[in-house]
């Protein structure tokens, strides 16, 4: 019996009236590697943000994202919350989203600011201990040579990686991580996903990874969550998305198996497996 | 005949036509604007002789009071340096008030109309207020700039903080920092060069304007120069004029060399 990590409950959101995420329920243990695919607008990376509060669901009183312990947003308003309580969550962003003309070393250093003193953090005297932490994450991650260079001098893999390095010294339990290796080339995307799947291995963080290629998702990951137009189409192992239920899920045509299960190839018992 | 050619020779021929509109407009703005201004090019013929006299005036300039006016520039500039520092200062909160992406509406709108206001009236009026309220000399000129030059600088910056990405706040947003951390290591490494660049422009203007703030009250060279222009003493003036000439030109060079490194 594992721990909650994640619960996610009749999540729906719509941009401009048009639907982007339709009830979505479903629910990720402590420690778990899960791989959140879907075509393109499929609202993978909606729900992502929804994770973390960057994006408030619509009105619904039932609708309710938990996440370690506590309610991040419930019936579409957010729920206040400590910067440690957040901080306890780490995000990759598919572009990087760091300050480029700071350095490497500050650019990390930043995921220390929820967990110091708040006259520290505001003038970014960073400590000693604090450091030695955000040089010892930039190693994990292969980059402890530039830890003194400006951000926005770094290739893109290079870049993620310290996006990786940020959420180590934040000490986060859970890193969301939405289409890290998207802007990548193939080398770097393989690098980032290996790093990943050490920290989960090594350190028991949950990981939840947004990604388009399913050979990645395949490579890395144990779970699948599957969404197609905003709905929940498949989770369960990885193992089991077999390519007809790919093939399927990708199919733009093949909406209505949502709706009429048996006129597709993906067997019925299938789908919504979490929900079952 | 070519099926096509109606087709296409409509919108040319249309366009021809706004064109055609756009051009009599503004013909029509600058006459209008002519007969406002009264521009009267003939008068600078006719009265050339006038012109020549007062010219002859300025010559040879009189540089017996050089070294009065050297520390009256210097006052000047000492003026336009405080001014603009603390118009900086003050412009770093407003314009951050009145940015759209980081408050709400009730909070930039009136903030940014204050902005305007303060922008609104020029420095010289500024001037003649603040002789009023802390007596004749350079402070007055130094508060005058200050009001005027925060209105303008808040514009500035806060347009760049408008143009700035979501994406390295919202970076920051998600390590759990606060608000502030948001904006001290999200937003202001955007902004910066932009806002040193633009600050240092501002400080080149002041000084400019400071020259002239002497006139009201306000403290400088600009006390020299009205005294000796209507004492008639145009000999003195250009010496005042010369003083300022080489003054703003070396400072401008010297602030631009500084700007284009932050660029």
Redesign the interface.
């Given at each position: 019996m594992s721990l909650t990590t994640i619960a996610v409950q009749q999540l729906s959101k719509t941009f401009d009236r048009h639907p982007v995420l339709q009830d979505v329920d479903f629910e990720i243990r402590q420690g778990e590697r899960v791989a959140l695919i879907g075509p393109s607008g499929s609202g993978k990376s909606t729900l992502m943000r929804h994770l973390?509060g960057?994006t408030r669901a619509n009105r619904h009183h039932r609708c309710c994202v938990h996440v370690l312990g506590r309610d991040i947003q419930r019936g579409g308003k957010l729920v206040s919350a400590s910067?440690?309580?957040?901080?306890?969550?780490?995000?990759i962003?598919q572009?990087?989203?760091?300050?480029?003309?700071?350095s490497v070393m500050?650019n990390v250093l930043?995921?220390r600011?929820?967990?110091m003193p708040?006259w520290r953090?505001?003038l970014?005297r960073f400590s000693a201990v604090e450091r030695a932490m955000a040089l010892r994450a930039l190693k994990r991650v292969g980059l402890e040579d530039l830890a003194g260079q400006r951000a926005n001098t770094l290739s893109g893999g290079q870049m993620q990686r310290v996006?990786i390095a940020?959420?180590l010294v934040?000490e986060a339990e859970l890193i969301l991580a939405d289409e890290p290796i998207a802007s990548l080339d193939p080398r770097s995307a393989q690098e980032v996903m290996e790093i990943l799947k050490r920290i989960n291995e090594e350190d028991g963080r949950t990981i939840v990874i947004t990604l388009h290629q399913v050979e990645y998702a395949r490579g890395y990951c144990q779970r699948a969550i599957a969404l197609k137009q905003g709905r929940l189409y498949y989770d369960g192992p990885i193992a089991e998305l077999t390519d007809a239920r790919l093939q399927a899920l990708y199919d733009n045509a093949g909406l209505n198996e949502l709706y009429q299960p048996t006129t597709t190839p993906v067997k019925p018992a299938t789908l919504h497996a979490a929900a079952g | 005949m070519n099926s096509h050619t109606p087709t296409l020779a409509h919108p040319v021929a249309k366009r021809r036509w706004i064109t055609l509109f756009g051009w009599a407009a503004v013909l029509l703005v600058l006459g209008w604007a002519w007969q406002g201004a009264e521009l009267q090019p003939s008068l600078l013929v006719e009265n050339a002789g006038n012109m020549a006299t007062l010219a002859n005036d300025f010559f040879p300039p009189a540089f017996g009071n050089l070294e009065h006016y050297i520390d009256q520039m210097l006052v000047t500039i000492q003026i336009a340096i405080w001014g603009t520092l603390m118009a900086v200062v003050l412009a770093i909160p407003c314009s951050l008030l009145s940015s759209d992406n980081l408050v709400p509406w009730w909070v930039y709108q009136p903030m940014r109309r204050l902005m305007d206001a303060c922008r609104a009236i020029n420095e010289l009026v500024f001037a003649m207020l603040f002789v009023v309220a802390v007596g004749l000399g350079p402070f007055a000129g130094t508060l005058a700039l200050f009001i005027h030059t925060t209105g303008v600088l808040a514009k500035l910056f806060s347009e760049a903080v408008e143009a700035t990405e979501a994406?390295?706040m919202?970076?920051?947003?998600?390590?759990?920092?606060?608000r502030?951390?948001e904006i001290?290591?999200?937003l202001i490494?955007?902004v910066?060069?932009l806002w040193i660049s633009v600050s240092l422009y501002r400080f080149e203007s002041n000084i400019r304007s400071a020259t002239v703030l002497g006139m009201v009250g306000g403290g400088g060279i600009g006390v020299s120069l009205w005294e000796t222009m209507r004492g008639f003493q145009y000999a003195e003036t250009a010496t005042i004029m010369l003083v300022i000439i080489v003054a703003v030109t070396t400072l401008d060079m010297a602030s631009q060399t500084l700007r284009k490194r932050f660029i």
């Open positions: 973390v960057l910067r440690v309580e957040r901080c306890r969550t780490g995000y962003f572009q990087f989203n760091l300050a480029g003309r700071l500050t930043v995921g600011l929820g967990r708040r953090a505001l970014g996006a940020r959420a934040q | 994406g390295p919202e970076g920051i947003r998600v390590t759990g920092a606060g502030i951390e001290i290591f999200g490494p955007q910066l060069p």
